[in-house]
């Protein structure tokens, strides 16, 4: 009689599933640049859907160019700081012009900047203490404009002139945050 009583469940949920083969054209549709999936079987034969993120430039409240930003939270602690190993001669901001600057750090609109250059940091032994890195951030050093560009992360050095014209053609275009 267990033996019955443990079969049971056992035989529900093998009712309850149903053989799919991988290449279930009925639950897949492909439009221009979008894949609209209605279950997870079937993927494999559509066209990969291209959804890099875009890069960004950005403003600052002063020439913090060589400085390593980090994000803090609302009470100040902070929630973003690379690891020394992460900041490379590449991590330092690109000089767009009209004090705009290219954003290779990766960094948010809310990022503040330290007293610690990428030349410093990186050469750093291991990661400073959350205590160090609140006391390492200047006072006022912060990112003030951010832009979405009209390019991936990967496409946008290769597009500096393009960036440079459309920042200066498209003053409001892609802002995403303006801090007075």
């Not at 799919?20 to 054209?25: G, I, V």
């Not at 066209?47 to 060589?66: E, H, I």
């Not at 290779?104 to 030349?119: A, D, E, L, R």
């Amino acid at each position: 009689m267990k033996q019955i009583l443990f079969a049971i469940p056992l035989l529900v949920m093998a009712a309850g599933c149903t053989h799919k083969t991988e290449n279930n054209k009925g639950n897949m549709e492909y439009s221009e640049g979008t894949v609209h999936i209605g279950s997870a079987i079937g993927w494999r034969n559509s066209k990969p859907v291209n959804a890099l993120p875009k890069a960004t430039a950005f403003r600052m409240s002063g020439n913090y160019s060589d400085n390593v930003a980090i994000t803090l939270n609302a009470d100040g602690s902070p929630v973003y700081f690379p690891d020394p190993s992460d900041i490379s001669a590449n991590s330092a901001p690109t000089d767009l012009g009209d004090g705009w600057w290219l954003n290779n750090q990766g960094i948010p609109s809310n990022s503040v900047f330290t007293k610690y250059t990428f030349g410093e940091y990186s050469k750093l032994k291991k990661l400073p203490s959350i205590a160090e890195l609140k006391a390492a951030v200047i006072p006022g050093a912060k990112v003030s404009e951010m832009r979405e560009l009209p390019f991936s992360i990967t496409e946008a050095r290769q597009n500096l002139d393009s960036i440079k014209n459309y920042l200066k053609t498209s003053p409001q275009g892609n802002l995403i945050q303006f801090i007075p």
